[in-house]
């Protein structure tokens, strides 16, 4: 890897974060929320600059897969200004995935594009099964490092055979995760989470195989069962899952006393676990590997977490 080359992303990173945390203070800034846990308001939409470093690289490298979730960063930018109505955020949500299954279908080598152009029907499964994933990314973007932790594991673990390209987005994603590291100076905003549950979801749609996808969401699985318990809880208790709250299991660890530092170390560290079999096993170690991981989430609800119904 040319050392020049990480030098000059890297400068490039913290010189963008530096000049920009200021405007963002002035311009693009998070007011405290019953969902979230900062007191005053804090500078969003840090996501934006790993972004556009991102595209930028890809475009020159003729790399055009990023592309499609660049829409998603839009919608972001302007809902971390705007406050755009769910509704409509979910519309391009779903144009967004729609977008990265023609994508599939058309345009790559992956395994899925040939399920797709046999039975045109998938494409209402992966469509919602997309739009979950990049909820579920978002949602967990709830306190200070969680999200951009874990995605670095993740893109690590995915593009290691291909660590120069993926530098361009791993770098500036490091350098963000500096200043939103407890306690925060900066949010990546839904510029920053809608992007990566976004580019993730298209890593999974056009994997090379079936095992290749399997990998990736296993991976992903200390964010996705998270999410996923608290909305399946969420409805047995009848309430309304439309409505902001507080009743993931990182948040409700956080809200009982625990920091932002060391929940978040765990979510990380559970990823760079499934990280190593993801290399050195197959999926059944991986399966495994997850029920442990559900088994401690349950642990930790029980014995750390604030009661869910409280």
């Known amino acids: 890897m040319d050392f020049v080359y990480l030098f000059c992303i890297s400068a490039v990173s913290l010189i ?25 308001r804090k500078p969003t939409s840090g996501g934006i600059i790993f972004v556009t ?33 769910g509704i409509q955020k979910y519309i391009y949500q ?3 995935v729609l977008g990265i299954t023609i994508y599939t279908a058309n345009f790559s080598n992956g395994f899925m594009g040939q399920y797709i152009n046999e039975n045109p029907y998938i494409y209402l499964i992966l469509i919602f099964f997309g739009t979950a994933i990049i909820n579920i990314i978002n949602f967990m973007d709830g306190i200070d ?4 932790g874990s995605s670095i594991i993740i893109f690590l673990t995915i593009f290691t055979n291909e660590l120069n390209y993926i530098s361009a987005f791993i770098i500036p994603l490091f350098v963000f995760l500096y200043f939103n590291w ?10 920053g989470s809608l992007f990566i549950g976004s580019y993730l979801l298209s890593l999974i749609y056009t994997s090379s195989s079936n095992e290749g996808s399997l990998k990736i969401i296993l991976l992903c699985f200390p964010l996705l069962i998270d999410s996923t318990i608290c909305l399946i809880r969420r409805l047995i208790n ?6 902001p709250h507080k009743l993931h299991l990182y948040q409700r660890l956080v809200s009982n006393g625990l920091s932002h530092s060391l929940v978040s170390s765990l979510y990380i560290f559970m990823t760079f676990l499934l990280s190593i079999l993801y290399f050195f096993s197959n999926l059944k170690y991986m399966v495994i590997c997850n029920i442990f991981i559900l088994i401690f989430g349950i642990y930790l609800d ?3 977490a604030k009661n869910f119904n409280s």
């Open 16 to 40: 963008s974060y530096k000049i920009l945390i200021p405007f963002f203070k002035k311009k693009l800034f998070a007011m405290p929320t019953t969902r979230g846990f900062h007191e005053k």
């Open 53 to 85: 470093i991102f595209i930028i690289y890809s475009l020159v490298n003729e790399v055009y897969l990023p592309l499609v979730s660049l829409p998603m960063a839009i919608v972001g930018l302007l809902d971390d200004k705007y406050n755009i109505p």
């Open 94 to 96: 779903l144009l967004t």
């Open 145 to 148: 490092g969680l999200i951009a």
């Open 182 to 191: 407890y306690p925060s100076k900066l949010f990546m905003g839904d510029s």
């Open 238 to 243: 009848k309430q309304n899952i439309f409505r």
């Open 302 to 304: 029980k014995k750390y």
